[in-house]
Nanobody, 120 residues
Framework: QVQLVESGGGLVQTGGSLRLSCAATRSTFSIDGMGWFRQAPGNQRDLVALISSDGRTTYADSVKGRFTISRDNTKNTVYLQMNNLKPEDTAVYYC??????????????WGQGTQITVSS
């Protein structure tokens, strides 16, 4: 099993920066890909950024050049550095982890979500 604990959300003005963290705790499985998604009111949950276990990254077009995803495998933690924030970045941000057990079966886990509000 894996528990994801997020931190770092809050209120920021347009053009500001925030850093999100997500730690995979109580992990008895091996962590593979990790990533961040976001969901604004009335919208579906959308991909923000992904990072593989070997550091390959993928970003949504809307955040390229502004957001940076990274991870510390020794701490099973993924980070999202968000710069030049815009009001349209306002959403609940969710951490996701893919992990596999000793038998090779993969599981998907979600964090509890953290609110990011960008004021204009």
């Amino acid at each position: 099993q894996v528990q994801l604990v997020e931190s770092g959300g809050g209120l920021v003005q347009t053009g500001g920066s925030l850093r999100l963290s997500c730690a995979a705790t109580r992990s008895t499985f091996s962590i593979d890909g990790m990533g961040w998604f976001r969901q604004a009111p009335g919208n579906q949950r959308d991909l923000v950024a992904l990072i593989s276990s070997d550091g390959r990254t993928t970003y949504a077009d809307s955040v390229k050049g502004r957001f940076t995803i990274s991870r510390d495998n020794t701490k099973n933690t993924v980070y999202l550095q968000m710069n030049n924030l815009k009001p349209e970045d306002t959403a609940v941000y969710y951490c996701r982890a893919i992990a596999h057990n000793s038998g090779g079966t993969s599981f998907r886990y979600w964090g509890q979500g953290t609110q990011i509000t960008v004021s204009s």
